[in-house]
């Protein structure tokens, strides 16, 4: 597995993002806007899009609030690290909120898709708890002395481009054939890949 960890992430591409959201997180600043709150509004938004998805099954309009939803919540996310980082917002509280809202957001984000004709409800369930368990590997790095591990193949991002763009086709009008099982498969076991190497990453920067 050791050959895994050199996959690349979405993730990687996050300095850029951050480049081109940092006028905007500098206004936010201006206005008083808080890390905090903006943690906490992309969980309320991704609870109600979930919602959305559950109430009407999968209906096109709510499949297609998805990708938008996860672009939404990725820029939020990169807005609060910001905040915090770069304004002097850094805290204890927004540390907890942060790790626990992305875990919030996943699951209510993705766990609805269980009830959409054409995913495998038992697949979707595995891939909540997989994304769930890789961003408690990803936590415990610092318990064992080395740092908040982001590796993928599938991570937070990567697990956003995947199902945006499933949903985004599906809302678009594909039809949910034999090629909707394989993706949820290869997500799953991605996720493997990405729990393995965020845990034996931590371990050998732990020991160096």
Do not use: C
Not at 19 to 45: E, I, Y
Not at 63 to 78: E, I, K, Q, S, T
Not at 108 to 128: E, S
Not at 143 to 148: E, F, L, V
Request: without cysteine; glycine residues 10%; charged residues 15%.
């Amino acid at each position: 597995m050791s050959s895994l960890s050199a996959v690349a992430s979405i993730y990687d591409l996050k300095p850029a993002f951050q480049g081109l959201l940092r006028p905007l997180t500098r206004a936010l600043a201006g206005t008083g806007v808080t890390a905090n709150a903006v943690t906490v509004a992309a969980a309320v938004l991704s609870i109600l899009v979930g919602i959305a998805l559950a109430v009407s099954r999968g209906s096109r309009g709510a499949l297609l609030l998805l990708p938008a939803a996860l672009f939404a919540r990725m820029a939020l996310n990169a807005i609060d690290g910001m905040l915090a980082r770069e304004h002097g917002q850094k805290s204890k509280l927004g540390a907890l909120l942060n790790e626990l809202g992305d875990v919030v957001s996943d699951t209510a984000l993705y766990l609805p898709l269980a009830l959409v004709p054409g995913f495998d409800a038992r697949l979707v369930v595995g891939i909540v708890v997989l994304a769930a368990l890789s961003e408690l590997a990803g936590v415990l790095g610092q318990t064992i002395g080395a740092s908040r591990r982001y590796d993928g193949p599938m991570g937070k991002s990567d697990r956003a481009f995947a199902f945006g763009l499933i949903a985004l086709l599906l809302g678009l009008g594909v039809k949910p054939g034999a090629w909707l099982l394989p993706a949820q498969g290869a997500i799953l076991a991605l996720l493997l890949v990405t729990v393995w190497n965020r845990a034996a990453r931590a371990l050998r920067a732990a020991k160096a």
